[in-house]
């Protein structure tokens, strides 16, 4: 093996071992961010029931909090239509049997004929039960500009 093939090898385990795996909880949370988005999208209240816990309180401008079935009464009702639901700079910190999700998310809606624009940031709180990762509270916030 030559000097230059050697460093080369040395340098590709010592950066492979610089970068952690990721943690399963973090990917399995990070799969349910996208899962929740997409069940917005769809208006599929079906699958958000499966995501949100029983205890779900969802805080959002201009509203006043929605316990879960609120929520889904709301989304089964079909009266609001997501055309854009999309999250980004999300990080995710889990901490044992619970795990915080935050990001930035910019949603269009369809109600009552207009089209409404949200640029906001959120907190999602999970928790682990029964083995499964479930929404206990979802808070979002104006981001300004």
């Known amino acids: 093996m030559t000097t230059a093939t050697t460093l080369a090898l040395a340098l590709a385990l010592t950066l492979q071992a610089s970068v952690p795996a990721q943690d399963p909880?973090?990917?399995?949370?990070?799969r349910l961010e996208a899962l929740w988005n997409d069940a917005h999208m769809r208006g599929d209240a079906v699958a958000l029931?499966?995501?949100w816990a029983d205890e779900l309180v969802a805080v959002v401008p201009r509203m006043a909090?929605?316990?879960?079935?609120?929520?889904?009464?709301?989304v089964r009702s079909a009266r609001m239509k997501f055309l854009?639901?999309?999250?980004?700079?999300?990080?995710?910190?889990?901490?044992d049997n619970?795990?915080?999700?935050?990001?930035?998310?910019?949603?269009?809606r369809e109600l009552g004929g207009q089209t409404i624009q949200d640029n906001w940031?959120?907190?999602?709180?999970?928790?682990?039960?029964?083995?499964?990762?479930r929404v206990v509270a979802f808070h979002a916030s104006e981001a300004g500009s």
């Open 121 to 133: 940031r959120f907190t999602k709180v999970y928790v682990r039960q029964g083995g499964q990762w």
């Open 84 to 95: 854009r639901y999309e999250s980004s700079d999300v990080t995710v910190k889990v901490y």
């Open 65 to 74: 909090p929605l316990p879960k079935q609120d929520a889904l009464a709301f």
């Open 98 to 108: 619970s795990a915080v999700a935050r990001g930035r998310l910019l949603r269009a």
């Open 25 to 30: 909880d973090v990917a399995a949370l990070t």
């Open 49 to 51: 029931d499966q995501l």
